[in-house]
């Protein structure tokens, strides 16, 4: 069906579980609030956050890549 | 009057104001009929999707109330970037089986979702009206992000021929928007996003550079503003702030009407799910944004003489228009202000559409007229569009800037709202309205009542629990009770209606 993952068996979704990961860093809120240590001249707890942005970019391209990957090799 | 910037300004304008028109041509088709006007025929692609959701999210008030936020309050004010590292793994998760559901069944709107879910008139009724009602000062805030550029372009801002420039943009809106319907705001989004990436990768190269590189940028905040200030006592103090107030509004954003229409127009879910991992660009630039308040700060605006008179008017929303005046040629300062200017007319034009959807399907259909053509469908969103467009600058225009902000503030307590009967919809087999209805009820009432013990001036509010006290978005605390209530009541409901269809003694 158009748009939605195959429902095969639960473990399908198993991939999701890395999306959990950056919830809890950015939740996780006294681990940065820090000013050191510094990168180019930005308070640690400033390019933390930003970092955090494109790492949880980043997991969901891999989620997805893995989910089409799934879906494809079930065809 | 700022000439060079000014003429820019009006340029730029006029160049969306044309692309507005045009739109209608674009994948052309039948604008009578509902689906097309507001939804775009569902044809928009990953990379529309993009900018149209981009254009929902990013949203003049973005540009000019985050930095505003950092300029004054500091660290507090940057929870919007783990906001958003909060919001696509929601979005990649939740929203394409939304999307699945919508398209198998036409739904337009997240209360024709609930309605045919649920069964219940009465819950799609409420989710209507909380839409509706939640977006409205939402749209009137986005004037105010454009009246502060108008302002600082140097025209009077009192009077009819101070309010003149505002409402020409407002008619330019209205018409383009009656015209086209969402392919409008999907077109100009990309001009939009074009010259907000622009104006940002130039402010975060040229004003650092001028300023001395971050690091001096920074040494000139006073430290205690520089991050959270930790909790003392018994409270979870900034913390729970923070973290509530990041989550809170991640739940809350996909929930109003504008992300729903922005989401239900893509093609197909995989779009969406694209989507989820391309958004983060414009996280990414968010938080450069955000940086700007800093700027501001490390540029001395606030003790420039020349901006004394915007401040007193505007506060810190001042911050980054008399950063760009200060640091910016006048000709790249019209460019900046067009990109907020143009970041107003994107949301407003969606907003409006998404709540003339919502009140055409599920107020007018639904209960007035349930016997009309697809074409009067569409005619009645049309008007509607344009009246709340209307409503809108006649707020702004009317009343102080504070209540805008103050209504903007309980709108996001009161759409959060919305997320249980859209959860549990699409996970679980509840069917049980008058739970989600009391439940809806119960938390439209306590984050309306926790705002108000704080003078509505703020939504956190210190939730006292087990002797810690949490101080956290009111949003967030009432959309848990909401979901608590409706979950604990719905097998409670279950059991009255089954015993009351198969009575006892059977």
Same mark, same amino acid.
């Given at each position: ?7 095969? !068996? ?7 579980? $890395?999306?959990? =990961?950056?919830?809890? %860093?950015? @939740?996780? #809120?006294?681990? *940065? ?7 180019? !001249? ?7 956050? $930003?970092?955090? =942005?494109?790492?949880? %970019?980043? @997991?969901? #391209?891999?989620? *997805? ?11 | ?506």
């Amino acid at each position: 069906m158009q748009g939605e993952m195959p429902k095969g !068996g639960r473990l399908r979704y198993l991939p999701r579980l $890395l999306l959990i =990961i950056p919830l809890v %860093a950015i @939740l996780w #809120v006294p681990s *940065y609030n820090a000013l050191q240590p510094e990168l180019a !001249g930005i308070p640690f707890f400033y390019w933390y956050q $930003l970092a955090w =942005i494109l790492i949880g %970019a980043g @997991l969901v #391209v891999i989620v *997805y890549l893995i989910e089409i990957g799934i879906a494809r090799s079930a065809e | 009057m700022n000439a060079p910037a000014t003429i820019v300004f009006v340029a730029l304008f006029l160049l969306v104001t044309v692309i507005g028109f045009v739109a209608a041509h674009w994948r052309e088709a039948d604008l009578n009929l509902l689906h097309e006007w507001g939804l775009g025929g569902r044809r928009f692609g990953t990379m529309v999707t993009w900018f149209l959701l981009g254009g929902d999210l990013y949203t003049a008030y973005t540009f000019i109330a985050v930095p505003a936020l950092v300029y004054g309050k500091g660290a507090i004010g940057f929870f919007a970037i783990p906001y958003a590292v909060l919001l696509y793994p929601i979005l990649y998760v939740v929203f394409p089986r939304l999307w699945a559901v919508a398209h198998a069944r036409g739904h337009i709107t997240a209360a024709d979702f609930v309605r045919e879910r649920f069964d219940s008139r009465i819950l799609a009724l409420a989710v209507a009206v909380t839409g509706v009602v939640a977006t409205m000062p939402y749209i009137a805030l986005q004037l105010v992000g454009m009246e502060v550029v108008i302002g600082a372009l140097g025209f009077p801002t009192e009077g009819l021929i101070g309010h003149l420039p505002l409402i020409i943009a407002f008619l330019v809106l209205a018409a383009f928007t009656y015209k086209s319907g969402l392919r409008a705001p999907a077109l100009i989004a990309v001009v939009k996003d074009v010259l907000i990436f622009v104006t940002v990768i130039a402010a975060v190269v040229v004003i650092p550079a001028k300023l001395g590189g971050y690091g001096a940028i920074f040494a000139h905040v006073p430290p205690e503003k520089l991050i959270l200030a930790p909790p003392s006592g018994d409270s979870l103090g900034a913390y729970s702030a923070y973290a509530t107030l990041a989550l809170g509004s991640a739940l809350a954003l996909f929930l109003y009407p504008h992300s729903m229409t922005g989401i239900l127009s893509a093609s197909d879910g995989n779009a969406i799910r694209r989507n989820a991992a391309l958004l983060p660009a414009y996280s990414f630039i968010l938080g450069l944004i955000a940086l700007l308040g800093y700027m501001a700060i490390a540029a001395g605006v606030g003790e420039d003489a020349t901006h004394v008179a915007g401040f007193a008017r505007y506060g810190s929303n001042y911050a980054v228009p008399a950063l760009f005046l200060t640091s910016f040629q006048p000709w790249f300062v019209g460019v900046a202000f067009a990109s907020i200017a143009i970041g107003a007319l994107v949301p407003a034009a969606i907003m409006s559409i998404a709540c003339a959807n919502l009140f055409t399907r599920n107020l007018y259909k639904e209960f007035v007229r349930p016997d009309c053509t697809e074409a009067q469908e569409a005619k009645v969103a049309k008007i509607v569009s344009l009246v709340v467009k209307i409503g809108a600058v006649v707020f702004i225009l009317a009343l102080p800037q504070a209540y805008a902000i103050q209504l903007q503030l309980l709108g996001g307590i009161w759409i959060i709202q919305l997320l249980p009967p859209i959860l549990l919809g699409l996970y679980t087999r509840s069917r049980s309205a008058p739970a989600l209805m009391i439940g809806w009820a119960a938390g439209l009432a306590t984050g309306t009542y926790m705002a108000a013990t704080q003078g509505f001036a703020s939504s956190v509010y210190p939730l006292a629990l087990f002797g810690v006290t949490l101080p956290g978005y009111a949003a967030l605390y009432s959309v848990v009770l909401n979901l608590l209530l409706a979950l604990s009541l719905t097998p409670v409901f279950n059991l009255l209606r089954s015993r009351r269809l198969a009575p006892a003694g059977r």
